[in-house]
């Protein structure tokens, strides 16, 4: 089963604009990682959010957390064409080893 | 190179055979997962492996699925008498502490026709 649904599904944007995506989960969590997937690739690992921290910033991203919303949200800045993939979120619960992910934006940049 | 090596990257098989992937971490990591992927769908959670030790599997991982890892190194995904439905891209990561994130491989891209 999967833990969090994101939203929008799919997100198509011209070159330079910004790119926000968001994430709900459903349980509690120790915390939330942001993974990018190249078409027919493995996931990279993008940018780590914990539990008690509320935001957090990786060069042209933006990470947010509301634990009281249970939700999360990714902001890309002044995309490129080459971040075009899939995006991610996944949660790493209290007392389990392993990641849950959602069900991925596809993010579309037109040069 | 993501520092994990899956093999084989492709593999189309006919239903009924089995077949055999296997991931090989460039570095050591104590605990090393297998995800599987269908198309438009985030990775589902398949069994991860503490060392050699297996820890958990998740339903999805009938009986005619199997994994090792003998040396706590390694690992290979065995699937028996495949079906159609077992089409899909099975994930290797690895990792020291969950909380720091995963490195996946390339994943094998499974056909059953």
């Known amino acids: 089963s999967q833990q969090g649904e994101e939203d929008p599904q799919a997100l198509s944007i011209q070159e330079g604009e910004n790119a926000t995506m968001n994430c709900s989960y459903k349980?509690?969590?120790?915390?939330l990682q942001w993974y990018r997937q190249n078409s027919g690739r493995g996931l990279v690992h993008l940018i780590l959010?914990?539990?008690?921290?509320r935001e957090k910033h990786s060069g042209r991203l933006r990470v947010t957390l509301d634990t009281s919303k249970k939700s999360s949200s990714l902001l890309i800045t002044a995309s490129r064409a080459a971040d075009t993939a899939s995006y991610f979120c996944a949660t790493d619960r209290y007392n389990t080893d392993k990641l849950i992910f959602g069900t991925g934006t596809r993010l579309q940049v037109f040069p | 190179d993501t520092g994990v090596s899956q093999n084989p990257r492709h593999k189309i098989t006919k239903r009924g055979q089995n077949v055999t992937f296997r991931c090989d971490p460039i570095?050591?990591?104590?605990?090393l997962y297998w995800y599987r992927q269908t198309l438009g769908q985030g990775p589902e959670f398949l069994t991860y492996f503490q060392n050699e030790a297996q820890l958990e599997k998740s339903r999805l991982l009938s009986d005619r699925f199997s994994a090792e890892r003998p040396k706590g190194s390694f690992s290979t995904l065995e699937i028996q008498r495949t079906e159609q439905g077992d089409s899909a891209m099975y994930l290797c990561?690895?990792?020291?502490?969950?909380?720091?994130?995963?490195?996946f491989g390339s994943g094998t891209r499974l056909t059953v026709v």
């Open positions: 990561a690895v990792t020291t502490d969950t909380s720091n994130g995963y490195t």
């Open positions: 349980t509690s969590i120790n915390n």
């Open positions: 570095s050591e990591h104590n605990r």
């Open positions: 959010i914990r539990s008690n921290e």
